[in-house]
């Protein structure tokens, strides 16, 4: 059964504060590791999907980083408005569906 | 370009009745899936469907139901609704071709109350 945890829960960071997430897996054989955002009473927003160790991709002030067993999230300088909950997802095997962790709730205070 | 809409965005029901819940995939998208999200927790899978079919299925009872249209729009139904049921109703829209690959894009969003 795919696993996925977030750790922290929270993270409360003030604005120009870079701090990264954590989203540790357990999966038989990754097909694909998703960041989403999401703002509250809203549906996820797409931001990246990685598929092997070592890739990395970036937008704006995140850079999302994948190994075998985690993907961090960073934040460069971030600011108010990327509050929000990040939430991690893998799909691994044969499956069709995500399995998601619970989010970490970002607040970036000005 | 729409994105995923679905409707009602919110609603109460009181335990035993039924519920629809529908959405519409984003515009080229064939593939629907829906998860159930509770508060402060990640979106849970509940079931997938494609060419009017379910495909695949998540750990909900069959009170949890589903319907795919011909033109891809898609409804969920909630039977005999229980208090725990009370969440977030996610509509998620993927191409068929890359459905163990690709990435999915969500709706806003159903908000159900159960009283």
């Known amino acids: 059964e795919d696993q996925v945890t977030q750790s922290p829960e929270a993270l409360r960071l003030q604005e120009g504060e870079s701090s990264s997430l954590n989203c540790s897996y357990t999966?038989?054989?990754?097909?694909?590791l998703f960041w989403y955002r999401q703002d509250p009473g809203k549906g996820p927003e797409f931001l990246f999907t990685?598929?092997?160790a070592g890739e990395e991709k970036e937008k704006e002030r995140l850079k999302a980083t994948l190994t075998k067993k985690e993907s961090f999230l960073h934040i460069t300088a971030p600011k108010p408005e990327d509050s929000a909950t990040y939430l991690c997802?893998?799909?691994?095997?044969?499956?069709?569906?995500?399995?998601f962790g619970s989010g970490t709730q970002l607040t970036v205070l000005p | 370009d729409a994105g995923v809409t679905q409707s009602p965005t919110h609603l109460i029901k009181t335990r035993g009745q039924q519920v629809t819940l529908r959405c519409s995939p984003k515009?080229?998208?064939?593939?629907v899936s829906w998860y159930q999200q509770a508060l402060g927790q990640g979106p849970q899978f509940i079931f997938q469907?494609?060419?009017?079919?379910?495909?695949q299925r998540g750990n909900f009872p069959d009170r949890f139901s589903g319907h795919q249209f011909p033109n891809y729009s898609s409804e969920l139904n909630v039977n005999a609704l229980l208090l725990g049921d009370s969440a977030l109703y996610l509509c998620?829209?993927?191409?068929?071709?890359?459905?163990?690959?690709?990435?999915?894009?969500f709706g806003e969003g159903s908000r159900l109350t159960v009283l």
């Open positions: 998620a829209s993927s191409f068929r071709l890359a459905v163990n690959t690709g990435e999915l894009f």
């Open positions: 990685l598929y092997s």
């Open positions: 515009s080229g998208h064939d593939t």
């Open positions: 469907y494609y060419e009017e079919e379910e495909r």
């Open positions: 997802a893998v799909r691994g095997g044969s499956a069709r569906q995500l399995t």
């Open positions: 999966v038989s054989g990754l097909r694909g």
